[in-house]
């Protein structure tokens, strides 16, 4: 069968079987239809220009010199110089031009810098990708070597870096290495209120803390407060410098963390912490080295590391990012950059410092940050706040992308992997339309992963604004994002700000210690049904659907799934001047066909919060959470049907007023623990990447994070599991103990079905791939039935 989705149509078509076939669906790959007669360009794909063929000049890590062949390869900045060369000679016109990266490091001194003049010409594009078999690494870091002992009772080595160099992340083969750190109960230190910090227990502390290591040093000591703004928050702020006995914090970090602005209106604020409020953990000092753990003494310009007993240093690979940017595009309305493919390639290795200015990291949510020193004008509280503040209301800070965009049309990530990174994976913003972001990986990055545009709207009514500044049509689809909020945990997976025609689709989101997606962000913080239209913006016509989401929320609480907030379409009126419902239903967001379980600590799971409206919930299924759907302060406005969850819905008990023009219906209520037979498999099999996208497995173990039977069934009759988890491939085996499945049905990477004889308990089983095997077991508690408020 089809059904259309937004933008995309998916097709359900079966899958063969371990056992042979199978009338369980899997999924074909979603493409986007051409948009006709649309004067806008076609939303570009990475598959190759056709026509002739494309001039292919190369690069290499030892490159040097302008040839670019592939016996004399260039440098990055000497291939970039090239294409613009080639570009301004008119080469770009008849075919597209490619760079082909070979195998190894490319060890940036600077950003990759991309504007018009690099842009592909006369619709052919200019392609960055790995050689064929080539595994090519954009980084932003240093190696570090000459590792000698510095303090044998400590087992702390040390070795040099460059002088002045600043970093907030250590990677030691691979692995993200956590800095220097402590807890209160470890230094038997306790905390008082303080104008401007802190008195502590013992009193000497912080003095104590500034002979040791010196005034400078003590600056850098940084206070982390997990929950201190909110339960879905994790702000940071450093100590200040001082001479007395108090611990006083810099400002204005301190002071957006304990005294925040307050506005009128309000449907969703911006908690202050608590004058007094001990930190979670105290970091970077050097007398608080652990095992595994890493100290900069930049006034040395030295790194401090204490190794686990046996590794040998000589032989790890230590790399520290000194590179705030990777790769930027910059263009303007009148000119974007345009017309370039980046695949196959690795963005490692970059960092992000402004956590470590005045400012600190005073998190509101989804790492947005108050960085304003005004308190006369706060920040973003617009007319709404006594003070009034600065406009529009919710512009937060955000933050920046190791990879970012501006102004950016046809840009197409493919098949690219971004890992070990400082702030945001991935930004697109200002303008910013139809570009492709497909197939990528996305994992350790310590904000988040994909951004969407930027907290001002870009309104067309705004003085100098048109609607040239808006983002709109790009595409995300076909990712995979997992363990992003390394470090800055309130971060999603996935942010759309203000954006129109925007397709976030057939993704895996996992392991996230927050939100998965989230549209709208901040935005709705003055709205709800009683005063709809305080904060009105630009979205439009955007789509959440077939995105597969487990092992979220893991770290933080009060979020989900897929979290909405503010107006997410315009509120349309018919010919007669009344509001047309169904155009402004039809022309809001979309959440349609999205599967979301395993959940930590979740609100809702699909989750209508301050403000929101103009939405659409539809086929969407989840169970494993607390509440199924529903919000605080929703305006209404919104459909929820067709879906199917455990977890009640419609709950808006934080809602007063309650919102207007809610419809339920046609929805279904799984049990707690669903099984094959509860569930509809077609949306399952749909869910996360499709096709040519679906990540390859061969090489890692699978995992299983839920299995479960349809309770009720015959001990005499054959029994079918569920299976969730990760890496499942086409060949992939199940037993029951030493009994072999009678059949086993792959629906995707994620799901399958296995079939356990009759008689064969079917609680405990293994699942074997190309890649590996997992053994795991159902708990031993019948499933209950759950329930849902409304239907």
């Known amino acids: ?158 070795a040099p870096v460059p002088k002045g160099l600043d970093t907030r992340q250590v990677y030691v083969d691979g692995v993200r290495a956590p800095i220097a750190q402590t807890t209160p109960a470890e230094q038997k230190l306790t905390f008082a209120a303080a104008d401007g910090g802190y008195t502590t227990t013992p009193a000497s502390w912080g003095q104590d803390l500034r002979s040791r290591i010196g005034t400078a040093a003590l600056s850098g000591v940084e206070f982390v407060y997990q929950g201190g703004n909110g339960p879905w ?27 925040r602005p307050v506005f009128t209106q309000a449907s969703g604020g911006l908690p202050s912490m608590a004058a007094g409020t001990a930190p979670t953990r105290i970091e970077n000092a050097y007398p608080f080295l652990h095992t595994g753990q890493w100290f900069l003494d930049r006034e040395r310009a030295v790194l401090d590391y204490v190794p686990a007993a046996g590794q040998d240093l000589s032989a790890t690979d230590v790399e520290v990012p000194r590179l705030s940017s990777l790769v930027t ?63 529009p209301f919710g512009a937060l800070t955000r933050e920046p992308g190791n990879v970012g965009f501006t102004a ?56 100098g604004a048109d609607d040239r500044e808006i983002s709109a049509y790009n595409t995300v689809v076909g990712n995979l994002i997992h363990h992003v909020g390394a470090d800055y945990p309130s971060a999603a997976g996935i942010t759309l700000f203000f954006t129109q025609h925007t397709s976030v689709v057939h993704n895996e989101l996992r392991d996230l210690p927050y939100t998965a997606i989230t549209a709208g962000v901040i935005q709705g913080h003055v709205d709800n049904a009683a005063h709809p239209e305080n904060s009105t913006n630009i979205n439009s016509d955007n789509t959440i659907s077939h995105n597969l989401i487990h092992r979220f929320m893991q770290v933080l609480k009060d979020g989900g799934a897929v979290y909405v907030e503010g107006h997410q379409g315009q509120t349309l009126t018919a010919a ?15 959440v349609a066909d999205n599967v979301a379980y395993d959940q930590g600590n979740s609100n809702f799971t699909w989750y209508d919060d301050a403000g929101a409206q103009w939405l659409a919930w539809t086929g969407n299924v989840e169970w494993g959470g607390a509440l199924g759907q529903g919000g605080c302060e929703t305006t209404g406005h919104l459909d929820y049907t067709g879906n199917a969850s455990a977890d009640p819905i419609g709950q808006f008990a ?8 809610t419809r339920f219906a046609d929805n279904r209520t799984l049990p707690a623990r669903p099984g094959p037979a509860d569930l509809p498999l077609d949306t399952l099999a749909s869910a996360g990447p499709a096709g040519r996208l679906q990540h390859p497995a061969a090489t890692e173990a699978p995992t299983v994070g839920y299995l ?60 074997v791939t190309r890649g590996g095997s997992v053994t795991a077991s159902a708990p031993t508690q019948p499933a209950a039935r759950g329930s849902a408020a409304r239907t």
């Open 1 to 158: 069968m089809f059904r259309a989705v937004g933008r995309w149509v998916v097709s359900m078509v079966v899958v063969a079987t371990a056992a042979g076939g199978s009338s369980l669906p899997g999924t074909a790959v979603a493409a986007p239809p051409a948009a006709a007669g649309s004067a806008r360009e076609a939303a570009p794909t990475a598959v190759a220009h056709a026509g002739p063929p494309a001039k292919v000049l190369h690069a290499a890590p030892d490159g040097t010199g302008s040839a670019c062949t592939e016996h004399r390869p260039c440098s990055l900045p000497g291939a970039q110089q090239r294409v613009a060369q080639l570009l301004g000679a008119g080469a770009g016109r008849s075919a597209d031009l490619s760079v082909e990266l070979s195998d190894g490091t490319y060890r940036l001194s600077k950003p990759l810098r991309f504007g018009p003049q690099d842009s592909g010409r006369g619709g052919h594009r200019v392609n960055w990708t790995a050689a064929p078999g080539a595994h090519p690494v954009l980084s932003g870091a240093v190696r570090v070597t000459g590792w000698k002992l510095h303090d044998a009772d400590r087992g702390i080595w040390e």
């Open 233 to 259: 928050t994790q702000s940071r702020c450093r100590i200040a410098p001082t001479d007395g006995p108090n611990v006083l914090m810099q400002q204005p970090c301190w002071g957006n963390v304990i005294k």
């Open 329 to 391: 595009g910059t263009g303007t309305p009148d000119r974007p950059v345009r017309n370039i493919t980046f695949s196959g390639l690795q963005f490692s290795y970059a960092t992000w410092l402004d956590p470590s200015s005045r400012a600190g990291f005073a998190d509101v949510q989804d790492n947005l940050r108050l960085t304003g020193d005004d308190p006369a004008h706060p920040q973003a509280t617009c007319t709404f706040g006594t003070p009034p503040g600065t406009c």
């Open 408 to 463: 950016a049309h046809g840009i197409t990530f493919a098949g690219n992997t971004f890992s070990h990174l400082g702030a945001a994976g991935l930004v697109l913003e200002y303008g910013s339309r139809d570009n492709t972001v497909e197939g990528n990986t996305f994992a350790d990055i310590s904000g988040n992963g994909i951004i969407l545009g930027d907290t001002t709207d870009p309104h067309p009514s705004d003085v």
């Open 576 to 590: 007669d001047g009344s509001v047309d419902r169904a155009a402004s239903i039809a022309h809001g967001l979309t």
């Open 654 to 661: 934080c809602s007063p007023p309650a919102p207007v023009d």
């Open 708 to 767: 479960q039977s349809t309770p009720g069934g015959s001990a005499s009759a054959p029994t079918d599991v569920l299976v969730a988890g990760t890496g499942f491939d086409a060949h992939a085996r199940v037993s029951f103990g030493d009994v072999p499945a009678t059949k086993v049905t792959v629906l995707s990477p994620g799901f399958l079905v296995a079939t356990a004889p009759a008689g064969v308990p079917p609680s405990r089983l293994t699942v």
